[in-house]
């Protein structure tokens, strides 16, 4: 134990050298005063128990309650901390067949998630087995470019939410990646897909000039890269080509980043891309400093469960 801590505190240590960038400066050389601390998951996929012993290559990693004990010694260490997924919670393990997403969501409630975008298998169960598991989700669902006007999840979703953390307002919100082609448009019926790009910036302008927001968040599941369709839409495009998103949390990919990736947006300045693999194995942090001016600076890292 003390030497998986050492070994976390050390990649830790690394990601703020390589991040220091960020602020542009370290935090300390910014006199931090203020710490908000965001904690991540993505395309957990119905993976409540921890991977057995029996050679897999995940054996004894995961599992909902280890993960529960992780971000509890973590809040109890920042109290400012945030707490989210990155969609693609269903599908994948008997607890999805058996239960519909109930169990998913009321886990994820215990453990006291701040807020969740959709990944497409959401969908597995249509939209209206979506609808159905609701009650049980105790957190918003966050998707800024799913019209859902005209089907049975309208109102229940919001484009963002504002949180306030030691006085550092949060703006988040949402992407989702086209679900046609993905999914059986039974499944998602009229849900109308918006684009990315320009959801985002109307997105960050509300927030940053509207909202005056100090730290801007992305929840995407637009996937990391594709390396056969680069100029597809991904989250690595997505900070390249929007402005304001100082953090944009990724799905979809399954892509393990041991500490986030830095890109220039369209103003020259660094967004961090951030994304933990699949299966609940890894918890994602990354921890934002704040000095007397507000100006910011970062550090990030993967933490196996």
Do not use: W
Request: glycine share 8%; net charge negative; aromatic share 10%.
């Amino acid at each position: 134990m003390k030497r998986r801590y050492f070994l976390q505190k050390a990649t830790a240590a690394t990601a703020l050298t390589a991040i220091g960038g960020f602020g542009i400066q370290s935090f300390s050389s910014l006199g931090a005063q203020k710490q908000i601390t965001i904690l991540h998951t993505n395309d957990v996929h119905s993976h409540i128990d921890a991977f057995n012993s029996s050679g897999n290559k995940n054996a004894k990693q995961g599992g909902v309650a280890r993960r529960a004990s992780l971000i509890d010694s973590i809040r109890k260490e920042n109290p400012n901390t945030l707490l989210l997924d990155a969609g693609d919670i269903f599908q994948g393990t008997p607890y999805f067949n058996y239960y519909g997403g109930e169990l998913e969501f009321k886990l994820m409630s215990m453990l006291k998630y701040d807020a969740a975008t959709l990944g497409n298998h959401d969908f597995d169960n249509g939209i209206d087995g979506l609808y159905d598991q609701l009650p049980h989700a105790e957190f918003e669902f966050i998707i800024a470019n799913y019209d859902f006007s005209n089907t049975i999840m309208h109102t229940h979703t919001k484009p963002y939410k504002i949180f306030f953390k030691n006085d550092i307002k949060i703006g988040v919100f949402g992407l989702g990646i086209k679900l046609d082609g993905l999914v059986n448009h039974e499944l998602f019926k009229e849900t109308k897909y918006l684009d990315p790009i320009e959801t985002a910036q109307e997105m960050t302008r509300i927030l940053k000039h509207e909202q005056d927001c100090d730290l801007i968040i992305c929840l995407s599941h637009l996937g990391y890269y594709y390396k056969n369709t680069p100029d597809k839409i991904c989250d690595l495009n997505l900070a390249k080509g929007t402005n304001n998103i100082d953090l944009i949390i990724g799905g979809h990919t399954h892509t393990f980043l041991p500490k986030p990736t830095i890109v220039k947006n369209v103003d020259d300045k660094h967004v961090l891309v951030n994304q933990v693999g699949c299966y609940g194995i890894n918890l994602g942090r990354i921890d934002f400093y704040f000095d007397k001016e507000n100006e910011k600076s970062a550090e990030g890292t993967s933490i196996l469960i």
